[in-house]
Every structure is written in C-alpha cells, then in structure tokens.
C-alpha cells in the first residue's frame, strides 16, 4: 500500500511538472507572439515615402533579430536586386555563406517561398551550417533575382510562428519598397520637369543657350576636386541645374538686353535667386538644393544680393556654383561683349577671389584649370547633340 501511494505521488508529480512545463512554454509562446505583434505595429509606422530603402531594412533586421531572439538577421539578394544586402548580429556569419545555404536549401520545403534549415538534424552538411538553423522568407521574387529576409540562431530551432512573423515583416519592408519606388520615380520626373523648365528659360536667349547645363557639369567637377562626397557632388549639381529657374518671371528682353540695365532692371534680375527659392522651397525632396539656388549671386566680400551674406556664412555649395557660373558667363558671348579669352577668365578669377568669389574655390579651378576646360567643352557637346545645335563659342573654351 505504502509503495502503491509512493507510486501515485510520483506520477503525480511528473504530471504537475509536466504540465507546469507546458504552461511555462505556452507563456513563452505568448509572449513571443505579444513582442511580434508590438514589433510589427512599430515597423509599420516606418512604411513612408520619406524613410529611405536602407534605413527600413536597417531597423526591420534589427527588430525581426531582437524579437524573435537570433542570432543573426538579414537580407540577403541572390542575383539582381533593388535592395542591398545587409546583415547585423554574430560575426561569425557571413553573407556569401548565407547565399550558399539558401542555394543549397532551396526547393527542401512545401513552400516555394519559405526555406527552413535545422543545422544539427541536416546530413552532408558543412561544419558551419551544422552550426545554425536558418529560416527565411521571400520579401521579392522576378527573373532577375530574389530577395531573402532570413534569421539565424545556433540555439533556437525555428517553426511555424516564425515562418508566419517573418511573411508579415516580409509584406512590410515589399510594401514599403514599392511606395518608396513609386516616391523616386515621383521625384525624378517633378526633377526632369524642372529642368526642362530651366533650359526653356535659357533657351529664351541664343547666348544663355545650355548654361544651366554646362554650369552643372563644371559645379560637380568642382565639388569633386574640393573632396565633397558623392551625394554632396551630385546636389551641388542639381542645385547647378536649377540656379537660374527664378528668371521663369523675368521678361524675355530684359534678360538679353544688350545695353546697361537701369537700377530698376538690376532689381527686377536679382529677384530671381529668391524666386527660385520660393518655388523650389515647396517641393520636399528639393530641400537639399535651396542653399545653391538661393545664394549663388551672394558675394564673398558680403556685397551680394539676396541676402547680403559674406564669407563661410555663404553655403558651399552657393560658393561653387558662383565660381562655376562666372566662369560660363566669361567664355560664352554676351549681346554687349564676345566671348573672353581663357587668359581673361584667369586673370578675372584671380582678381576677384577674396572679394566677389571664396579664394579656395577659385584656387581648385585655377590648378585644374584644364581639366575644368575639358568638363566645360564636353558639356556643350552634350547640349548640343541632343539639342542640334552649337551653344555660342562653346568651342573656344578649350582652345587657347
């Protein structure tokens, strides 16, 4: 009797703590799908136009990592891609041993678009993919390539409710993908527009013909001689571009005018850096090339126009594109004057650093003062292909 009511103890001390276990696992489970599903509401706030490709991925790895307690998460393209690989957590994973996995896993599942991979359970496999389990979804798939959201743990063996998180993270960053991609295509064809618009105001007059453009090229060559990066050397250029979409309210005689302006004149021209301003200024994404637009005419001696602004107050990129935009206005022709020498261009920057132009700037055209001339001719080859004309004495700025 005594051994019999031992025995029913014990049993029922195995059911409890069995049963004590599944609750214990159950709460995790929970807790798991609450973190998830918090996870989630917080990512999907970040499904904008304005957050940028990178940034979402960045956080979306971050989080998918943290919530669902891996070791390792990652994007990871196999073939073309608008997204870039990227990963974040253990450094003993690498992206190509990622790739290599996924290859070799590929068609293993039920799901087309799901891979599952269970390390130490797997035959044949390498040293390290014994190492980690692997789970991943597909975020965009075409015949160019496809796009993997993958996590790994060397501890964790992933299952059903993962493989449902990660669909669900995995709609977000495709929704966000093609709103972003539907955004820069926006932008881009609003920029175009723009541009168009700012060579139809320089083709108003025969000797302004591709100026904005040629002005471009000679800014971003500048930018990039004075160590901008990339990004900054190509605002610069957009700033270049678009200097001159203020004259849009300027009268066509007055801008090619070949006798002196009256003061009047002189006032009703210089409005057109704020007006560019004004115009530019309610377009988001053009935010990054008001400073060039508005202050290009400022001078460094201060006595310039819009706002009077002197020195390093001037934004740098206004202080390239003044130096790139004299020196297009020099070596093209004028109703009142032809064309100057390259000697006098020199000689005019030279004359001139320290009062109407920043003596850095002009010290970098001045030192690639061949290279500058090659940019400048180059760009009117340019216009004039696809515009079937020759912009006025484009040729000499390169001939002595």
């Not at 214990?24 to 509401?41: F, I, T, W």
């Not at 460094?300 to 790139?324: F, M, N, Q, T």
């Amino acid at each position: 009797m005594l051994l019999l009511n031992c025995y029913h103890r014990l049993i029922n001390e195995q059911e409890v703590k069995a049963a004590r276990a599944a609750v214990s696992g159950l709460s995790d489970e929970l807790l798991l799908m609450y973190e998830a599903h918090v996870a989630l509401v917080d990512l999907v706030q970040y499904v904008r136009p304005d957050v940028s490709s990178e940034s979402m991925c960045e956080m979306v790895i971050k989080q998918t990592m943290k919530t669902l307690r891996s070791d390792a998460c990652a994007i990871v393209p196999i073939g073309k891609s608008t997204l870039s690989s990227m990963i974040q957590g253990s450094d003993l994973i690498h992206m190509e041993q990622i790739q290599g996995l996924l290859l070799k896993c590929q068609g293993r599942s039920r799901q087309p678009d799901v891979i599952l991979h269970r390390g130490k359970s797997e035959t044949g496999e390498t040293s390290w993919s014994k190492m980690w389990n692997l789970v991943g979804v597909e975020v965009e798939s075409n015949e160019l390539g496809t796009v993997w959201l993958v996590l790994l743990s060397c501890q964790r063996e992933y299952g059903t409710e993962d493989i449902g998180i990660l669909k669900a993270v995995s709609r977000i960053i495709a929704s966000h993908q093609c709103m972003y991609k539907k955004q820069k295509e926006h932008e881009l064809g609003l920029l175009r527009l723009f541009e168009e618009l700012t060579t139809a105001i320089d083709n108003r007059d025969p000797f302004t013909e591709g100026h904005s453009l040629r002005v471009a090229a000679l800014s971003f060559q500048i930018a990039k001689m004075m160590g901008l990066t990339s990004q900054e050397c190509e605002t610069v250029r957009r700033s270049a571009i678009l200097h001159d979409l203020g004259k849009i309210v300027i009268e066509e005689g007055l801008l090619g005018k070949p006798e002196m302006l009256s003061a009047l004149e002189f006032k009703r021209i210089a409005q057109h850096p704020e007006v560019g301003f004004q115009l530019l200024r309610m377009v988001p994404f053009l935010e990054n090339v008001l400073d060039g637009v508005r202050y290009h005419h400022e001078r460094y001696d201060g006595k310039g126009y819009p706002c009077r602004l002197a020195k390093e107050s001037i934004p740098l990129h206004a202080r390239i594109i003044a130096v790139a935009d004299a020196c297009d206005a020099m070596r093209s022709a004028r109703p009142y004057r032809p064309a100057m020498s390259e000697e006098q261009v020199l000689a005019n920057l030279e004359s001139g650093k320290g009062s109407q132009w920043d003596p850095q700037v002009v010290a970098v055209v001045t030192a690639n003062w061949r290279e500058i001339c090659q940019t400048w001719q180059a760009s009117g080859e340019v216009y004039a292909a696809f515009h079937g004309t020759m912009i006025h004495d484009c040729h000499q700025f390169s001939s002595k």
